[in-house]
């Protein structure tokens, strides 16, 4: 059980293009889900965490206009990167709560974006 | 400031038991995260830990002193797919999760 379907694994765009990426949690419903970059050799840095019905809650130094998050029902939560620059270049990825606070994240298999 | 550190990188070998330390200095705490990520993949759940003492899940096991702001993750019979990185995570106060940088663990013949 608690299984994130992440979509797409891998994308390539050119500068100044558009990406959404899905994130679907297949056998619960997900009241929180959260939203990740991760560059190479480094830990994830939490973009922005994403509530049902609600606006996105968006970490320091993230911008909001440009990481669009829409968490429109309880197993689906999509990020769009706008207007994408090379330097959005990175694995992003999503993870979803099953139910409590303490309970643990289900991560999504990540989505490889190249801006070129 | 919130503080989680761990080692950059290990090195084992195959068979043998590893283990890999995670202090931490946070902001409250709701319990520790252990989470396995193998190169160019997200991250998967090992364990959690809230109360002192030991966890025991198959070949892992992991360990939590509240009171020294430590954990340990024990790794047995170390098989090769095994090789990864090993990201401990903090839940604070306010429920949010602070990560350490992972440690890089690699598996030797």
């Known amino acids: 059980g608690a299984v994130v379907s992440q979509h797409p694994s891998r994308v390539i765009c050119k500068s100044g293009t558009s990406v959404k990426i899905e994130c679907r949690s297949l056998?619960?419903?997900?009241?929180?889900m959260f939203w990740y970059r991760q560059f190479p050799k480094q830990s994830l840095m939490l973009m922005a965490t994403s509530n049902e019905g609600s606006k996105a809650t968006y970490e320091q130094g993230v911008e909001k206009d440009k990481f669009l998050i829409n968490h429109a029902s309880l197993t689906l939560s999509t990020l769009t990167v706008t207007s994408a620059h090379p330097e959005d270049s990175s694995f992003y990825i999503c993870s979803a709560q099953t139910g409590t606070d303490n309970s643990p994240l289900h991560f999504g298999n990540g989505t490889r974006l190249t801006v070129t | 400031g919130q503080n989680i550190d761990q080692p950059t990188e290990m090195t084992a070998t195959e068979g043998a038991i590893v283990q890999i330390n995670c202090t931490y200095q946070t902001s409250g705490f709701n319990g520790l995260f252990w989470y396995q990520q193998h190169a160019g993949e997200a991250p998967t759940f090992l364990s959690y830990n809230v109360l002192d003492g030991l966890e025991e899940k198959g070949r892992f096991s992991s360990f939590l002193s509240r009171s020294k702001g430590y954990s340990y993750l024990l790794l047995k019979e170390l098989q090769m797919k095994d090789s990864a990185s090993y990201l401990c995570a903090v839940l604070d106060s306010n429920y949010q999760l602070i990560w350490g940088a992972g440690t890089k663990l690699i598996i030797k013949p």
């Open positions: 056998d619960f419903q997900a009241t929180t």
